[in-house]
């Protein structure tokens, strides 16, 4: 399409949106300015849509698609004036078409490297010409309350944007579409990207005869389109987070990539993107939508021209006058992570000089430069990569009331919270929380306690007939175990850490083993480890990022612990959202007059350069998973210096005897959590300038601690042959 073609085709809406012509040629030109540019280039084309007129507001829209530009920008080069955005109003079907085929169709070339990224609502539409055909399709910002009356809908189909990106000549094509297309039934949870649509409307013709031409053009290239949900009965969520609102997929995605130092298979980056969307809160399952069988192979940090192999929890935005404070975008921390990040964490430039945090909003922080005296001058968009994590000690639950609660409901449920030690609660819906309490919705009318994306959690149901504050009371000693877990959480630094380790979970056999999943610290990666073969020895098995385990299987952990100094090992586990458990190992007393035979835990520690198994092969016991489905969320801690404290807690605690699995039922674990941050704290011996800091805050050096998480589904053999 001709550019003189373009601002013909746009220029009827030009007044419904409120702009002069010289406003939007404004806006052209940025890009049309670099059509003569003869080398290689990323373009990148973002919509975010948060305001629908006639429905209801999402809320991170907006947001994904700055987190988007600024990793594209920051993390994998892209000039600003080649990132064309088009945000609420903007965003109608013909825009995003018109500056598809222009911004991108136009300008991409062999070589470049193209972004697509789209946030908003998703829908269903039976096409004019087959009232049983059903397909997906984005929801544009300009359905005009006379079209909806006459039930017209105005929306980009999904195959149109496939074809869009086929007739692309780049073959370095990327799409992410944060949105979904089925709307679930109950109401409680996480904000949802999906419109239900009524059967009856119908697509404009406009998109029918586009699509009917696209149809006849060539297909140049096989995009990767990442979609943020696996199947058709998953929903898109969006959450709140540290003062702002973001899609699920897109937050968790962007973080990922901000910290990656090295190519992997797209379907074990979705699956480290999945693990991200649990702790968030959601199941839903991040998919690869290709239909080319051997596309999951494509590596996706080459797919985006990666430029530094250093990765990073952010970048610096701007520098102000006095040139020792500077603006930082933190968007590579974990977004469980970031929503505690202290005042007087340190972050490390690529100069070697440290930046201390002296404050922060959302997702940008202001910080100091440590020392000034022969430091190098600071540079917009250098990365900062962390050094030193403070937390604070006093952190809750936050448990949201769902807002079908009755008023004196709403009272009661507050005053019972209250009484429980850690445990805070919000309405739902207006800050971040880690759980909700409401009812069910199948009558009779029962309390009980669900995940952010509106599942319940087994065995928090009470009886008919129970009152809200005996409900809440109830609920007691698993809030404890969950706030535990929130805690291990915000120990994950696989991204960061300084210490070289690498974990693999395999299924086991009397002849082979199976890979599940694998994680190794980034920052510590060898040439020889940074090769594809070397990270992506992961089984994927199928489309699905979750690995799943039958029944019965033997499992087991192979540790390497590359570094040049010893380190001890815990690990911690969550089943269902329900149950704690971990990994125990024990010393027995060998006195012959002992009259205390009770054994006591040891240290699990890997000497340098050593490869251990866990349970270890010459151990009695073995780790087999047990006789019922259930989804498992196991954290592994490794610390430079042993975990006394922990060991301490957990010799003063009901424990399994040593006839019992490995991996057993963990008691009393909040304290158990408590005294492994005060060992991860001991070991990082990092003074701060303040000694408020030290007394209520947990300060941990990335040097002297990793920490992995590993999620799995536990399914039955009927359920794998029916998959």
């Not at 696209?214 to 969520?237: F, G, I, W």
């Not at 102000?320 to 970031?338: A, H, I, S, Y």
């Not at 000693?477 to 960061?496: F, I, Q, V, Y």
Request: aromatic share 8%; glycine share 6%.
């Amino acid at each position: 399409m001709k550019r003189r073609t373009f601002f013909n085709r746009i220029g009827s809406i030009l007044a419904v949106l409120g702009l002069t012509e010289a406003e939007w040629l404004t806006l052209g030109n940025r890009y049309y300015s670099a059509l003569a540019q003869p080398s290689r280039r990323k373009l990148a084309l973002l919509i975010g849509i948060n305001h629908y007129p006639q429905f209801p507001a999402l809320s991170g829209c907006l947001t994904d698609v700055e987190l988007q530009r600024e990793l594209l920008m920051h993390r994998f080069g892209f000039q600003r004036s080649d990132i064309l955005t088009l945000t609420e109003e903007q965003a109608s079907r013909e825009f995003i078409e018109a500056a598809f085929s222009d911004h991108l169709g136009k300008q991409a070339q062999a070589g470049d490297l193209v972004v697509f990224h789209f946030s908003g609502y998703g829908s269903r539409v039976n096409l004019e010409t087959s009232a049983e055909a059903m397909q997906n399709a984005l929801v544009a910002a300009n359905n005009s309350q006379e079209a909806q009356k006459e039930k017209i809908v105005n929306y980009l189909l999904e195959e149109t944007l496939l074809l869009l990106l086929r007739s692309l000549p780049s073959k370095q094509v990327t799409a992410v579409l944060d949105t979904s297309y089925y709307l679930p039934s109950s109401a409680i949870g996480l904000k949802i990207r999906t419109l239900q649509e009524s059967p009856e409307a119908k697509l404009v013709t406009e998109e029918l005869d586009f699509l009917k031409q696209l149809k006849t053009q060539k297909t140049l290239s096989t995009p990767v389109v990442l979609t943020a949900t696996s199947n058709s009965k998953q929903s898109a969520r969006e959450g709140f987070f540290s003062g702002f609102s973001a899609g699920l997929f897109t937050y968790a995605l962007t973080q990922y990539l901000w910290e990656a130092t090295a190519s992997t298979k797209i379907q074990v980056a979705l699956s480290r993107v999945d693990n991200s969307l649990y702790k968030l809160g959601s199941k839903q399952q991040p998919k690869l939508l290709s239909t080319q069988k051997n596309q999951p192979q494509a590596l996706l940090l080459d797919n985006l021209l990666l430029d530094s192999s250093s990765g990073g929890e952010g970048a610096v935005t701007d520098i102000e006058e006095d040139g020792k404070t500077v603006q930082l975008w933190l968007g590579g921390l974990p977004p469980q992570v970031l929503l505690y990040y202290g005042v007087n964490s340190r972050l490390t430039l690529p100069t070697t000089e440290q930046l201390i945090l002296r404050s922060r909003s959302g997702l940008t922080a202001k910080a100091q430069i440590a020392k000034i005296e022969g430091a190098t001058p600071l540079q917009v968009g250098q990365l900062v990569q962390e050094a030193v994590r403070v937390l604070p000690k006093n952190i809750n639950l936050i448990i949201a009331l769902d807002t079908r609660l009755e008023r004196i409901e709403r009272v009661d449920a507050t005053s019972g919270f209250a009484a429980i030690a850690h445990v805070s609660t919000i309405a739902a819906g207006e800050q971040p929380a880690d759980y909700i309490f409401g009812k069910l919705q199948q009558p009779p009318s029962r309390y009980g306690l669900f995940t952010l994306d509106g599942e319940l959690i087994p065995n928090t149901a009470g009886e008919v007939g129970e009152a809200v504050k005996v409900a809440v009371l109830r609920l007691a000693p698993k809030l404890s175990t969950l706030l535990a877990a929130k805690l291990w959480r915000l120990t994950e630094n696989e991204g960061s850490s300084r210490l070289a380790i690498k974990a693999t979970l395999e299924m086991i056999s009397d002849t082979s083993s199976q890979v599940l999943m694998q994680r190794q610290t980034q920052r510590t990666l060898t040439s020889q480890s940074l090769s594809p073969d070397a990270i992506n020895r992961v089984s994927t098995q199928s489309s699905v990022s979750t690995p799943t385990v039958p029944i019965g299987s033997q499992m087991q952990y192979r540790l390497q612990n590359q570094s040049d100094r010893p380190v001890y090992l815990i690990l911690l586990g969550l089943k269902n959202n329900q149950t704690a458990f971990g990994f125990y190992s024990w010393n027995i007393s060998s006195q012959a007059n002992a009259t205390d035979t009770k054994p006591l835990f040891k240290e699990v520690v890997i000497t340098p350069g050593e490869t251990l198994t866990l349970p270890q092969t010459n151990d009695d016991s073995e780790w087999v998973i047990p006789g019922t489905t259930f989804f498992s969320e196991q954290q592994l801690i490794f610390s430079t210096v042993p975990f006394s404290a922990t060991l301490a807690v957990l010799n003063t605690t009901k424990y399994p005897t040593p006839e019992q699995q490995s991996i057993a039922p963990l008691l009393n674990s909040l304290y158990v959590v408590q005294a492994l941050l005060l060992d991860l704290h001991n070991a990082s011996a990092i003074k701060t300038e303040s000694s408020t800091t030290t007394v209520d805050s947990y300060i941990l050096d990335v040097k002297n601690w990793a920490s992995f998480s590993f999620n799995f589904q536990v399914v039955s053999e009927s359920d794998i042959m029916s998959e």
